[in-house]
């Protein structure tokens, strides 16, 4: 149990252009889903948490209106890269948690994007 | 802010050694601590979690105890497999895992048969 999926797991794209990722929990209900960063070498940076129904808070440093977040349901996160340059690509991760396990987040396979 | 560090890979072991994957971190409170493993292709998955100082976490062989005075989460397990071969994540969270996760740059293990 507590599965979580990310749709697409790879997307090459041109710059200018925006990409959505979408992450699902499949077989629980996602009280909260958070989505990370991930560069070559480095660890994981927090990009976002979203609540559903809630608009997301976003930490320091990353422009909210460039990563788009929409947790429209307790199953769907999605995460809109918009205008994508070059300097987006990343590997990006989407993890939720539900009331009967706060301590515990499940993690999605990750998205590579990489945007020319 | 909260940081973890954690030694850098790639880790090259043979089968049934002794593991040791060293985790230091700071923080202003008193966090919880996990070490996640990341298999090939798969996503991260919790390996094991201490959420107070001296609690000893352990799974699948694996164990790390919470060092409050130390301000550290090593990883060990005694005679390691090939199936371990993944990177590991060691993270904190200041409030038990329901905020975002804070993680160190992850270490490559490899076990060679």
């Known amino acids: 149990g507590a599965v979580v999926s990310q749709h697409p797991s790879w997307v090459i794209c041109k710059s200018g252009t925006s990409v959505k990722i979408e992450c699902r929990s499949l077989?629980?209900?996602?009280?909260?889903m958070f989505w990370y960063r991930q560069f070559p070498k480095q660890s994981l940076m927090l990009m976002a948490t979203s609540n559903e129904g809630s608009k997301a808070t976003y930490e320091q440093g990353v422009e909210k209106d460039k990563f788009l977040i929409n947790h429209a349901s307790l199953t769907l996160s999605t995460l809109t890269v918009t205008s994508a340059h070059p300097e987006d690509s990343s590997f990006y991760i989407c993890?939720?948690?539900?009331?009967?396990?706060?301590?515990?987040?499940?993690f999605g396979p990750g998205t590579r994007l990489t945007v020319l | 802010g909260d940081s973890v560090t954690q030694m850098e890979g790639p880790v090259t072991l043979s089968e049934e050694a002794f593991l040791t994957i060293n985790c230091t971190y700071t923080a202003t409170g008193y966090p919880s601590l996990f070490w996640y493993v990341q298999y090939p292709g798969e996503g991260l998955q919790l390996l094991l979690k201490a959420t107070k100082a001296d609690d000893k976490g352990s799974n699948k062989g694996f164990e790390a105890t919470y060092r409050k005075e130390t301000t550290s989460f090593h990883l060990e397990k005694g005679s390691v497999q090939v199936s371990d071969s993944a990177v590991y994540f060691c993270?904190?969270?200041?409030?038990?895992?329901?905020?975002?996760?804070?993680f160190g740059k992850g270490t490559h293990l490899i076990i060679q048969p």
């Open positions: 993890s939720a948690r539900y009331s009967g396990s706060p301590n515990e987040q499940f």
């Open positions: 993270a904190l969270s200041d409030r038990g895992g329901a905020d975002g996760l804070t």
């Open positions: 077989d629980f209900q996602a009280t909260t």
